[in-house]
């Protein structure tokens, strides 16, 4: 493990040598600047850069099936996390490396090698979803090789049959294969058919609505159970972290939960999401306050419209990048009937002091708190005279990244002005709460808030109770 991740490793087919990636930089915290390096399975050489010459990220690596190349991911900025992944090629031969797809504009995810060790098939970020694509190494036009769907694993077969595993908002994930791109889809695995069968997994319904500079901007809506279309619901906006990242076409339970419960909730991907373009990826850094939050407040308005909206009722959400604009909104808006902030950012100047990651504040705030403007420009804590909206705070006391202390100020802050507020802090988890024994909290928490200002349903079990561990024993 490496600080910002898993370091993943490669072993040539001949088995003799071994690639894996390594950031040697001296201050890992500022730096994203991993590299990969090769060194002879009996360990008697000393480890080789392979891309020493890229001061940016280089990780990834899989070596192709006859052995002569090397694929991996690269991006081009150093110091910016979030820069567009690249397919580049180390030739093992030559000694050299290429970049294959420079003028794919979207960010490159899961990587693997065709049989004929000329192509290489890729996932990427696109418009909330990841499909399957290929390039040959001679850096050819890249194809979309699946249809427009979500997925996470895949293997390609003689003759471009694919067998993969993919999910959908309201299916969680199964395997399914193909026989040619033109092909049906044919579903192999059936593991969820007892839960589909039971459950009332509420599909999404997408909309695209105008935003910042007039680009637009892609959501997901979920309706609640028994949806009426006479009558009015409330509604949860739910901003997601990152920023850099996207909501997707992809099960999750807090797509399910808050529907559960008669929520109608929205899922944006404002500016600063991955999935359409580098530019619209990019526009969000050194602009936290800005283009997203005009996206997001044009996304509310278009909400507000929807005849089955109860405009009266909305409260919003979010987690990390999600639950700052959660502080920000407190800040800027006072349209929201109450928020919910989950391990989120309050006061940047503090934040910058105690992150594991110090990349991630010096790209997109532009450098440190005493020779950058937007650290006081854009942190919520300088605008806590403009605080009213009663706000639900959840944190995690291992969270290095956004530290729980952010979330104590935060509360702190909501108190002294006499704000509803309610604070949890996970003693065990970090920046996201840890599945079994978290999560039951952390849904009932929500539903509890939302129900008191918003009026969904109960929720099933008593907060307190929970943390005390009365109605589940560990």
Not at 26 to 33: F, L, P, Q, R, Y
Not at 265 to 278: D, I, L, M
Request: net charge negative.
């Amino acid at each position: 493990y490496m600080l910002g991740g898993d370091v993943k490793f490669a072993v040539s087919p001949e088995g003799n040598e071994i690639c894996f990636m390594k950031n040697n930089e001296k201050h890992i915290e500022a730096s994203t600047n991993a590299d990969l390096f090769v060194i002879d399975i009996n360990g008697k050489n000393l480890p080789q850069n392979i891309t020493e010459k890229n001061k940016a990220w280089d990780g990834y690596p899989v070596y192709s099936p006859d052995g002569k190349y090397i694929a991996y991911k690269l991006q081009a900025q150093p110091a910016y996390e979030a820069d567009r992944y690249r397919v580049a090629v180390y030739d093992r031969g030559a000694k050299s490396s290429k970049i294959i797809t420079e003028d794919f504009d979207y960010t490159v995810n899961d990587i693997s090698w065709g049989e004929d060790s000329k192509t290489i098939y890729f996932t990427a970020d696109f418009e909330g979803y990841s499909p399957l694509y290929k390039v040959n190494i001679d850096a050819s036009p890249v194809e979309q090789v699946s249809s427009k769907r979500s997925i996470f694993g895949y293997q390609v077969l003689q003759n471009e049959q694919l067998i993969y595993m993919a999910r959908a908002i309201d299916k969680p994930g199964e395997i399914y294969f193909k026989a040619s791109k033109e092909g049906a889809e044919e579903e192999l695995t059936f593991f969820n058919k007892d839960f589909l069968d039971e459950i009332d997994v509420r599909p999404a319904e997408q909309m695209w609505v105008e935003g910042a500079d007039g680009k637009k901007v892609h959501m997901f809506i979920v309706k609640p159970h028994n949806f009426n279309p006479n009558k009015k619901y409330p509604l949860i906006l739910n901003v997601h972290g990152g920023p850099q990242s996207q909501w997707m076409d992809s099960f999750r339970g807090d797509w399910q939960v808050y529907p559960g419960s008669g929520y109608i909730v929205a899922f944006p991907n404002p500016h600063g999401s991955t999935g359409y373009g580098s530019a619209y990826t990019e526009a969000i850094s050194g602009d936290w306050g800005g283009k997203v939050y005009e996206d997001l407040m044009n996304v509310t308005d278009e909400l507000e419209k929807l005849p089955y909206v109860d405009k009266e009722k909305i409260g919003a959400m979010g987690w990390s990048f999600g639950g700052y604009m959660m502080n920000w909104f407190q800040a800027k808006t006072k349209r929201f009937k109450c928020l919910a902030s989950m391990m989120g950012i309050y006061d940047l100047k503090s934040m910058w002091g105690a992150t594991e990651e110090l990349w991630f504040v010096n790209w997109d705030l532009k450098g440190q708190p005493w020779n950058s403007d937007l650290y006081k420009k854009f942190s919520p804590s300088n605008y806590v005279e403009d605080f009213s909206t009663p706000s639900l705070i959840i944190t995690g006391e291992r969270d290095y990244r956004v530290p729980y202390t952010q979330g104590v100020e935060y509360f702190n802050a909501l108190q002294t002005l006499g704000i509803d507020s309610r604070l949890i802090i996970f003693k065990n988890d970090g920046h996201w709460p840890n599945g079994i024994k978290s999560m039951p909290l952390y849904y009932n928490a929500h539903l509890e808030w939302f129900h008191k200002y918003l009026g969904g349903s109960s929720a099933p079990y008593n907060s307190k109770e929970l943390i005390k561990n009365v109605t589940f024993e560990e």
